[in-house]
């Protein structure tokens, strides 16, 4: 004959069956809605923000290193042509003062040499003659110089180089040209030292 306390009491402690359902629904959501969730939005990102995420840091050194290589490579390039540029100049600027130095010591043989020059002209530098040996040195040294006479006659006249004291109506000539030179020009590499005086033949 079985007792009273021996049968199970019925009321709030309910078994599993019915209680199951209920912690079921409040539990973790199934495996695709989780894998929806979790997954990110692409939207909006570009290459450089997932290349820019996906460096690591030495990657990161390693090309600001190589910038900073190059930066320098063209800053060595900029300094090399300004120098090279630099020192063209200064050549140039030296080799004009030399010029310039020797035509200020030149300039002091040319009224010797206009002396030669008429003296030749009158016959008075006869070869053997001590005049004419002394006319001889003076054109030496300046040739060594690097002096170089311009202007004769015949040639076309230039405004930069000749100098006109008279002008002559020629009939039959079409272009000015110099009819007789009263003094020589002197040149000294790109300097000027005395224009040449003349005078020219104009169309009549």
Known sequence: MAHKDDEQPTGSGAGPDETGPEENTSGPAPSGEQTE?????????????ILGAEQTPEAAAEGASSDKEASLLIDLKRLQA?????????????????????????????????????????????????????GDKVRAVAERLGVVSYGAVGDVFDPQQHEAIFQAPTPGVTETTIL?????????????????????AVPA
């Open 37 to 49: 969730t979790q997954e990110p939005d692409a939207e909006g990102l570009t290459i450089d923000d």
């Open 82 to 134: 300004e120098y090279a540029n630099y020192r063209r100049r200064t050549e140039e600027q030296r080799e004009r003062e030399i010029e310039r130095a020797k035509g200020e010591a030149v300039k002091g043989l040319l009224p010797v040499m206009d002396d030669l020059d008429r003296a030749a002209k009158h016959g008075d530098l006869v070869e053997g003659t001590p005049l004419a040996a002394i």
């Open 180 to 200: 007789e030179v009263v003094e020589v020009g002197y040149r000294l590499g790109s300097v000027e030292l005395r224009p040449a005086k003349v005078v020219v």
